[in-house]
């Protein structure tokens, strides 16, 4: 492994934070320049991390420490193959939003509050792609749920309000674990920078019970802005929030955050060996295969379709954790590709629901049938979208599956099997009957021959949909390789 010393991951994180106080200065009448600066500044610091991609894919890692505290605890950043998987992902889903955004929002109150911490927010989330340590992350993570919270509360209605303490109660709850397995963590090793196969002196030594506390205290951390039920609820209730801030949450940035977190603990804090002696697995995977089955059930008897797709994204994270938690080579490259496959198929439903709600004002299942006729696009997208969630071939999810389902039969566990298949069940269940009623029932909506959303909403769930069909067709020489040479420096 290369290292280079590079200034780029801080300017990845350093661009945004720039922009959004431009951004901050601007009249809320000058909207044009306010929205081509959001859009030019998510650019640049998406150019920043393409410009690492090529290296990292070679082997190189990039670093960059900014300021020591004491002796093995540092704010670092270090762009490694598992990072730039995130941090790549995030911040060119990002640019999309912004353009997205553009659109939704437009009429819209409070629109400089809205795109300076939508900007904001990227700048967390390449923080916490680029930690190099648990104490970098520790801080990057709080500062998320910072910059989102405006974001949530933005409509400033009483259930956006109430929806915005319990966001801050769940999530500084969450952060308040991890800050107490770092501190235990520092007092038992000389450094708590992530290494691939756990720190050393963790992942070498021998169980105690220090450790199994250490382990559940960052697990149950990340796991809260995970959605690990029962520490979910925060994120349905987040719903209340614009749709494209609901998509920034449920696919790109909060919720990833937790899941990748938990596979840093994983993987790059404890590792593989240490994992199996302490006996801590079967715990996590009662939780995790309770979150995929009743995150499924719940989504299937919700009528909104925000809080639907909500419940979905709880069952559907899991996914992720599950691959962790085999410990086999096959479940853990279908786990980190699910973060890129769900976060492509994820934002695509939400950016369709958003157009849905901004062009005929429902909210609910029930009142979309017939809306294909209306808004052929945005149901097409939406229908490749559920499909690709469910594993129907040849859209990227099925490639997730397909290693989940060997992972699990690597590992021996049949029980992880048929967690999964129900699930898969599930999810089409919750999703077929919303593309069927769209295009097979009679409703109050006709053809038109007017476009069925402005532009720049429509372009960029076009753009998902077809990125959804072109990753499952081309994982061969997209995600596959990325993420099993990710893998191959762990077992």
Same mark, same amino acid.
């Given at each position: 492994?290369?290292?280079?010393?590079?200034?780029?991951?801080?300017?990845?994180?350093?661009?945004?934070?720039?922009?959004?106080?431009?951004?901050?200065?601007?009249?809320?009448?000058?909207?044009?320049?306010?929205? /081509?600066?959001?859009?030019?500044?998510?650019? +640049?610091?998406?150019?920043?991390?393409?410009?690492?991609?090529?290296?990292?894919?070679?082997?190189?890692?990039?670093?960059?420490?900014?300021? #020591? /505290?004491?002796?093995?605890?540092?704010?670092?950043?270090?762009?490694?193959?598992?990072?730039?998987?995130?941090?790549?992902?995030? %911040? =060119? =889903?990002?640019?999309?939003?912004?353009?997205?955004?553009?659109?939704?929002?437009?009429?819209?109150?409070?629109?400089?509050?809205?795109?300076?911490?939508? +900007?904001?927010?990227?700048?967390?989330?390449?923080?916490?792609?680029?930690?190099? $340590?648990?104490?970098?992350?520790?801080?990057?993570?709080?500062?998320?749920?910072?910059? !989102?919270?405006?974001?949530?509360?933005?409509?400033?209605?009483?259930?956006?309000?109430?929806?915005?303490?319990?966001?801050?109660?769940?999530?500084?709850?969450?952060?308040?674990?991890?800050?107490?397995?770092?501190?235990?963590?520092?007092?038992?090793?000389?450094?708590?920078?992530?290494?691939?196969?756990?720190?050393?002196?963790?992942?070498?030594?021998?169980?105690?019970?220090?450790?199994?506390?250490?382990?559940?205290?960052?697990?149950?951390?990340?796991?809260?802005?995970?959605?690990?039920?029962?520490?979910?609820?925060?994120?349905?209730?987040?719903?209340?929030?614009?749709?494209? +801030?609901?998509?920034?949450?449920?696919?790109?940035?909060?919720?990833? %955050?937790?899941?990748?977190? &938990?596979?840093?603990?994983?993987?790059?804090?404890?590792?593989?060996?240490?994992? +199996?002696?302490?006996?801590?697995?079967?715990?996590?995977?009662?939780?995790?295969?309770?979150?995929?089955?009743?995150?499924? @059930?719940?989504?299937? #008897?919700?009528?909104? /379709?925000?809080? #639907?797709?909500?419940?979905?994204?709880?069952?559907?994270?899991?996914?992720?954790? =599950?691959?962790?938690?085999?410990?086999?080579?096959?479940?853990?490259?279908?786990?980190?590709?699910?973060?890129?496959?769900?976060?492509? &198929?994820?934002?695509?439903?939400?950016?369709?629901?958003?157009?849905?709600?901004?062009? !005929?004002?429902?909210? $609910?299942?029930?009142?979309?049938?017939?809306?294909?006729?209306?808004?052929?696009?945005?149901?097409?997208?939406?229908?490749?979208?559920?499909?690709?969630?469910?594993?129907?071939?040849?859209?990227?999810?099925?490639?997730?599956?397909?290693?989940?389902?060997?992972?699990?039969?690597?590992?021996?566990?049949?029980?992880?099997?048929?967690?999964?298949?129900?699930?898969?069940?599930? $999810?089409?269940?919750?999703?077929?009957?919303?593309?069927?009623?769209?295009?097979?029932?009679?409703?109050?909506? !006709?053809?038109?021959?007017?476009?069925?959303?402005?532009?720049?909403?429509?372009?960029? =769930?076009?753009?998902?949909?077809?990125?959804?069909?072109?990753?499952?067709?081309?994982? $061969?020489?997209?995600?596959?390789?990325?993420?099993?040479?990710?893998? #191959?420096? @762990?077992?």
């Amino acid at each position: 492994m290369d290292v280079v010393n590079s200034s780029l991951p801080l300017l990845s994180v350093v661009i945004p934070i720039i922009g959004a106080i431009i951004i901050n200065g601007i009249s809320e009448q000058r909207s044009k320049t306010r929205n /081509l600066l959001a859009l030019i500044t998510v650019m +640049v610091s998406f150019l920043t991390i393409a410009w690492m991609l090529p290296s990292v894919l070679k082997g190189f890692v990039f670093e960059y420490s900014l300021v #020591r /505290l004491v002796a093995g605890l540092e704010l670092a950043f270090k762009v490694d193959q598992l990072g730039i998987i995130f941090g790549f992902t995030s %911040s =060119l =889903l990002w640019i999309l939003s912004i353009i997205y955004s553009m659109g939704y929002m437009s009429g819209e109150t409070g629109q400089r509050r809205y795109f300076c911490f939508y +900007v904001l927010s990227m700048s967390a989330t390449m923080g916490v792609a680029f930690s190099a $340590n648990l104490f970098t992350m520790y801080i990057f993570f709080e500062y998320l749920t910072l910059c !989102t919270y405006p974001l949530v509360v933005h409509p400033q209605t009483e259930e956006a309000t109430k929806s915005g303490i319990k966001y801050i109660v769940y999530c500084f709850g969450g952060g308040g674990l991890i800050l107490f397995s770092l501190l235990i963590l520092q007092g038992m090793v000389q450094s708590v920078n992530f290494v691939p196969g756990g720190i050393p002196a963790i992942a070498q030594g021998e169980p105690h019970t220090l450790l199994f506390i250490i382990f559940f205290l960052a697990i149950l951390g990340f796991g809260t802005k995970g959605a690990l039920m029962p520490l979910h609820s925060w994120l349905p209730s987040a719903m209340v929030a614009p749709t494209p +801030v609901s998509a920034l949450l449920h696919a790109v940035a909060v919720v990833k %955050s937790g899941v990748f977190g &938990m596979i840093r603990v994983l993987y790059y804090i404890f590792g593989p060996a240490m994992l +199996v002696k302490l006996g801590v697995l079967n715990y996590l995977a009662v939780l995790v295969c309770f979150t995929i089955l009743a995150g499924s @059930i719940m989504a299937l #008897r919700q009528n909104v /379709l925000k809080l #639907r797709l909500a419940y979905s994204t709880v069952s559907q994270l899991a996914y992720i954790t =599950l691959g962790g938690i085999m410990l086999t080579p096959a479940g853990l490259t279908g786990g980190i590709i699910h973060i890129m496959n769900h976060a492509v &198929m994820k934002i695509t439903l939400f950016f369709c629901a958003g157009a849905l709600i901004k062009i !005929t004002g429902k909210t $609910n299942i029930d009142e979309l049938k017939g809306v294909g006729r209306r808004m052929p696009i945005t149901m097409v997208a939406f229908a490749i979208g559920g499909l690709g969630l469910i594993g129907i071939l040849p859209i990227a999810g099925y490639i997730s599956k397909y290693y989940l389902l060997s992972g699990a039969l690597a590992s021996g566990r049949i029980v992880f099997i048929f967690v999964v298949l129900a699930s898969s069940l599930l $999810n089409a269940m919750y999703y077929l009957p919303i593309v069927v009623n769209a295009f097979f029932r009679e409703g109050e909506f !006709t053809r038109s021959s007017g476009p069925e959303a402005p532009l720049t909403m429509l372009v960029p =769930l076009i753009l998902l949909a077809v990125a959804g069909v072109s990753l499952g067709f081309f994982a $061969n020489i997209t995600t596959i390789p990325l993420v099993e040479n990710v893998v #191959r420096t @762990i077992f």
